[in-house]
């Protein structure tokens, strides 16, 4: 995203294994989404979806972003870990201010010591 200036390298430090070279081996679907109530609670969401029997572990980075200056800018970041084929996160921030968001997901579905990632958006949100 040429837009997104934020620093990812401790993500990729934190990851081990070989990445894969075939795309959608290990990952069947993926879905993201998020919204700000009135009071400004972000509801962030994601899920991943493997292959029974093939997909052993997922792991989901969620990072809530505001638009400001031209750029997306992280606002907070979580990490969720999964011992399974599928996964489903959904988590909160309480201080969201008026402005444009949206969520940005990196996934990272293993089958034994290989992975593979796939980064995707929710929709713009304006709050």
Same mark, same amino acid.
């Given at each position: +995203?040429? +837009?997104?200036?934020?620093?990812?390298?401790?993500?990729?430090?934190?990851?081990?294994?070989?990445?894969?070279?075939?795309?959608?081996?290990?990952?069947?679907?993926?879905?993201?989404?998020?919204?700000?109530?009135?009071?400004? *609670?972000?509801?962030?969401?994601?899920?991943?979806?493997?292959?029974? /029997?093939?997909?052993?572990?997922?792991?989901?980075?969620?990072?809530?972003? *505001?638009?400001? +200056?031209?750029?997306?800018?992280?606002?907070?970041?979580?990490?969720?870990?999964?011992?399974?084929?599928? /996964?489903?996160?959904?988590?909160?921030?309480? +201080?969201?201010?008026?402005?444009?968001?949206?969520?940005?997901?990196?996934?990272?579905?293993?089958?034994?010591?290989?992975?593979?990632?796939?980064?995707?958006?929710?929709?713009?949100?304006?709050?």
């Amino acid at each position: +995203d040429h +837009d997104d200036y934020n620093d990812y390298s401790w993500e990729r430090e934190n990851i081990e294994g070989t990445p894969s070279t075939e795309r959608w081996s290990y990952i069947s679907s993926t879905s993201q989404g998020m919204s700000i109530n009135d009071s400004g *609670k972000a509801t962030m969401l994601a899920s991943l979806y493997g292959y029974k /029997g093939t997909t052993t572990k997922v792991i989901i980075y969620m990072y809530l972003q *505001k638009r400001e +200056d031209g750029i997306w800018k992280n606002l907070t970041w979580t990490q969720d870990v999964f011992n399974s084929h599928t /996964g489903t996160v959904e988590r909160y921030r309480y +201080d969201c201010s008026r402005g444009t968001y949206r969520l940005k997901v990196s996934y990272y579905a293993y089958a034994g010591s290989k992975y593979e990632n796939h980064v995707a958006y929710s929709a713009t949100y304006i709050y």
